[in-house]
């Protein structure tokens, strides 16, 4: 699947959940234990943000702290709808996927960039359906682009922190279940816990 293509799909899907959240469900638990929906809808609005400038060669340093807090407002639908056409937009310009692109880590290739914003994208959207009681299946080409991406990330992405434990699921779990429990998620998980 053609990368870009992938991530705007990514962002698609997130955005139409975050389109059915009813407004009793902002304070609602998530699979991430420290995050309400309302927190998890604002990381995902900060990771944006951040897109824009960090896509267009900013460094860290230039952007500081300038989204830091609450980014979602009185109207977080709109916030949300607003945060992913500017990162789309950002990521699909002309030349954006030959850059580098300055993360915590170090100076990273843009592509793989994108491809970490595409599993966020992802793996939250899994955590806000469940937290929401909506349609749990992902798009099966993203879960597979993910699955593919994956393997080679995850100890560092647990070793820095960003996952929980890998979950243990059955042999013949689909893959999205694999994928979902990879990113340390009980896919069965329920807010009724």
């Known amino acids: 699947m053609e990368l870009i293509a992938a991530?705007?799909?990514?962002?698609?899907?997130?955005?139409?959940?975050v389109a059915q959240?009813?407004?009793?469900?902002?304070?609602?638990p998530t699979p991430c234990e420290a995050w309400t929906v309302r927190q998890l809808v604002n990381h995902i609005v900060y990771e944006d943000r951040w897109t824009v400038p960090l896509i267009n060669g900013a460094s860290l340093g230039s952007v500081g702290n300038r989204f830091e807090g609450d980014l979602l407002g009185d109207d977080?639908?709109?916030a949300t709808r607003d945060a992913l056409a500017e990162a789309a937009a950002a990521v699909s310009a002309p030349g954006a996927l030959s850059r580098t692109v300055e993360l915590s880590f170090g100076m990273t290739p843009a592509p793989e960039y994108v491809r970490q914003l595409l599993a966020d994208h992802l793996v939250h959207g899994w955590d806000l359906a469940s937290a929401i009681d909506a349609d749990r299946d992902l798009d099966d080409g993203l879960v597979d682009e993910v699955a593919v991406w994956f393997p080679a990330n995850e100890e560092g992405y647990r070793a820095g922190g960003a996952?929980?434990?890998?979950?243990?699921?059955?042999?013949?779990?689909?893959?999205?279940?694999?994928?979902?429990?990879?990113?340390?998620?009980?896919?069965r998980w329920t807010g009724a816990a």
């Open 76 to 78: 977080p639908v709109a």
């Open 163 to 187: 996952i929980a434990a890998r979950v243990e699921v059955p042999a013949d779990a689909r893959t999205q279940d694999r994928l979902i429990a990879a990113f340390g998620r009980d896919p």
């Open 21 to 28: 959240v009813r407004p009793d469900q902002w304070a609602a």
């Open 7 to 17: 991530y705007r799909r990514a962002l698609s899907g997130f955005g139409d959940l």
